[in-house]
């Protein structure tokens, strides 16, 4: 079975500091797809970014981009220029065909 | 096009009622997930549906627990005899048919939060 580890349950960063999420996870799949999702309070879930495993090149997204090691089964992201709006909880997702699976989260806050 | 939308956002029920939570999907969107999450804790897979199909359930409880999309119609999650401890948010998301179609994520619900008195 898949699953999604995110090895740190809550993280601090400096107001326009960067700062690292982990995520690493388990398969034995070969064509799959991983993602980060933000909740914030407001508690409504949104996509920050995505994956796909066949595309050896990092995908980026404004402030937000991931480190992907696929032969590590690592999914770090990395979110540069923090701003208040980012504290949250983020969650990292694998998807194998229809199977969808998150991780624990990871609760971030924004120092000012 | 709505996102996916959930009802009611928030929902009381006593000990020993039942509770019915209901979720639209994505226009177009034929796949359907619920998931619980606990306070301060990540998201819990409980059930995958197709229309009028179970794909996956191995994360409901067997007891209690029950889910349905039917042809037409929103999805249901069903909570018989409710107990303090299944107070959580209950969050569904949809997605497309194929993944490789280019369209690969879960759209979110804003989720139902169910207290248990």
């Known amino acids: 079975a898949q699953t999604v580890t995110q090895s740190q349950p809550e993280m601090s960063v400096q107001e326009a500091e960067t700062v690292t999420l982990s995520c690493t996870y388990d398969t034995s799949e070969s064509d799959y797809y991983l993602f980060w999702y933000k909740q914030p309070p407001s508690r409504q879930m949104i996509l920050v970014i995505r994956q796909e495993a066949y595309k050896q090149q990092n995908a980026t997204e404004n402030r937000f981009s991931v480190n992907f090691q696929k032969a590590a089964k690592s999914f770090s992201l990395k979110i540069s220029d923090s701003q208040l709006g980012d504290a949250a909880m983020y969650f990292c997702?694998?998807?194998?065909?229809?199977?969808?699976?998150f991780g624990p989260g990871t609760r971030l806050s924004v120092l000012p | 096009n709505a996102g996916v939308m959930q009802n009611p956002r928030h929902l009381v029920r006593r000990r020993g009622q039942e509770a019915r939570l209901r979720c639209s999907p994505m226009k177009g969107h034929s796949h359907v997930y619920w998931y619980r999450q606990l306070p301060e804790e990540g998201l819990k897979f409980m059930v995958y549906?197709?229309?009028?199909?179970?794909?996956?359930e191995s994360g409901m409880p067997k007891e209690r627990f029950s889910a349905e999309f039917p042809k037409e119609g929103p999805s249901i999650l069903r909570i018989q005899q409710v107990v303090r401890g299944d107070s959580a948010a209950y969050f569904c998301a949809s997605s497309p048919l194929e993944v490789y179609r280019g369209h690969t994520e879960a759209f979110f619900g804003q989720g139902t939060r169910l207290t248990v008195v």
């Open positions: 997702a694998y998807r194998s065909g229809q199977n969808f699976v």
């Open positions: 549906l197709q229309k009028e199909n179970i794909i996956d």
